[in-house]
Structure formats: structure tokens, C-alpha cells
């Protein structure tokens, strides 16, 4: 099978992975990712109009965070659990698109009647990994080559400025802050993404206003770090490498990694990171 994945720096010739990911990541988990981020981009369409009308599901919130956190470089290279993320946004697509047309309703007085970008109306022809496979194969970021190329490379920078804002308001959230604000950028941005034809001015200004909301999501998350593990400051550290197990944590989740030297505390097991 074939792919196409560029979203770091470490692609394949700097264009992009198209056999196998450099960072080993298989053709199955890059388009299971890219159904994904399909399917926010639909949960999005309805968060943003949901959102004018006063409709907030803290649930759907906090699951599009999740799952954009997912689809960066290296977080989650797990088949079967984008599999089943990818179920829930669907299940979460439907609930908060019931929820939008309902407050329509009662606002205007009749049902909404435009029409949707497809990835808000989709339905698969049956749950199973091979048919989420399927539609994950045909709508990558080259599933659009009519596009200005221009406008698609906008779109696909607008996507990695919410991924990482994503993933800084997960590790927010997870301890307990969470600023609506944020979350309302999120879908409002990723709405734009799901156009058929956006328009490049609009996405530079978009995408600059994902800068300053990454700033704001940074604020956010030092407050929820600082608040929950105090500040840091400058401390001497043991460098060496001790004999017995060992478990070696790569990110900066602080309260992962909190709750596993509780865990760990006593038991002879080892606790490295790199930062």
C-alpha cells in the first residue's frame, strides 16, 4: 500500500513518507490518523455553529483535543485505538449534530437547510476497521490535489498550529483548566479546514490567530503545572544509569509522570526522561 505523510521534519527527502513512515509509522495508522482528523473537521462544522447558537458539550470539547493530540508525529502509532477514536467521533458527530439542529429549530423557527462538507454527513458502511481503512485511504491531504496549492499548504499549517495547541490544552485539561475561549477556537478554526475552497487570505489570518491562541493555551498550561506542581526552578539531577528495570518516559505529561513515580515509588524500578 501506499502513503503520504510530511508532518515533521524528519519526512522522508523533507516531501514526505510514502512507502513507510521514517519513524516507522505503517500506511494502515497514517490513514487511520487522516480519518480522523476527517472526522473532527465534521465534529468542528458543528461545534462552531452549535456555538452561536449557545450549545457548549464540555464532552465533544474535550474529545477533539484528544483526538488531534493523537494524530501528531509520534504519539500513538495503535491501529485498533485510532480505530475506536475514530468511532466515537462519529458517535459524537451525530449527538452534537442532533444537538445543533434542535437550538436551530427553536431559534429560527424551521430546520436548517444548508448544505454540510462531507466529512459532517459521512457514514460508513459499517464499523469495522476495514471499512474506516477505506475512507482513512481516500481523504489524505493529497485527496484534494484540484485545490490551490497555496490553500491546501495553508490549511495543512492551520491544522498543525491546532495540533499542538491541542495537544498543550490536553495536559491542561487533564489537570483541571480549561479556558472556553480556546476551546471554541478549535472548532471554529477546524470548521474553516473542512471547506471545500477556503479562501488563502482568510486561512493566513486564521492561522495567525492559532499563534496567539497558542500563546493563550501556554499561559494555560503553566498555570495548571505551576498551580498543581509548584514553579520550577534550577535543581541538580543524577545523570547516570542505575542497574535493575527501568521505564523510560518521553514527553511532558507531568502528571503521568507524577502518577507513575507514585507507582513506581519503592518497587526498584527506574525512572529516566530526557526533559
Not at 253 to 262: A, M, P, Q, V
Request: aromatic content about 6%.
Amino acid at each position: 500500500m501506499s502513503m503520504f505523510c510530511y508532518q515533521c521534519e524528519e519526512a522522508a527527502g523533507g516531501r514526505g513518507c510514502t512507502v513507510r513512515g521514517v519513524c516507522g509509522k505503517t500506511d494502515d495508522v497514517a490513514a487511520m490518523q487522516d480519518l480522523l482528523i476527517y472526522l473532527l473537521k465534521g465534529i468542528a462544522v458543528y461545534g462552531d455553529k452549535a456555538r452561536s447558537l449557545g450549545v457548549v458539550d464540555s464532552e465533544v470539547d474535550a474529545f477533539v483535543i484528544e483526538g488531534l493530540f493523537a494524530t501528531i508525529t509520534n504519539a500513538d502509532f495503535d491501529r485498533e485505538r485510532l480505530a475506536t477514536l475514530a468511532r466515537r467521533a462519529l458517535e459524537l458527530r451525530d449527538r452534537l449534530a442532533g444537538q445543533f439542529h434542535s437550538a436551530y429549530q427553536r431559534a429560527h423557527g424551521h430546520p436548517f437547510a444548508e448544505s454540510l462538507p462531507e466529512m459532517a454527513t459521512w457514514v460508513p458502511a459499517d464499523d469495522s476497521e476495514d471499512a474506516l481503512l477505506l475512507q482513512g485511504r481516500v481523504v489524505g491531504i493529497l485527496a484534494d490535489l484540484e485545490m490551490d496549492e497555496d490553500a491546501r499548504s495553508l490549511r495543512e499549517l492551520l491544522i498543525y498550529g491546532l495540533k499542538g495547541m491541542a495537544a498543550y490544552l490536553y495536559h491542561a485539561h487533564v489537570l483541571g483548566y480549561r479556558k472556553d475561549e480556546l476551546f471554541g477556537f478549535v472548532h471554529e478554526a477546524l470548521a474553516m479546514t473542512a471547506q471545500d475552497a477556503p479562501d488563502a487570505d482568510a486561512l493566513v489570518g486564521m492561522a495567525l490567530r492559532c499563534g496567539e491562541m497558542g500563546v493563550q493555551t501556554m499561559a494555560l498550561l503553566d498555570e495548571a503545572n505551576t498551580t498543581s506542581f509548584g514553579t520550577p526552578e534550577p535543581t541538580q539531577v543524577n545523570l547516570g544509569v542505575k542497574p535493575g528495570p527501568a521505564i523510560l518516559i518521553s514527553g511532558h505529561d507531568l502528571r503521568d509522570l507524577k502518577e507513575l513515580l507514585e507507582q513506581t515509588k519503592g518497587k526498584g524500578v527506574n525512572v529516566y526522561t530526557h526533559g
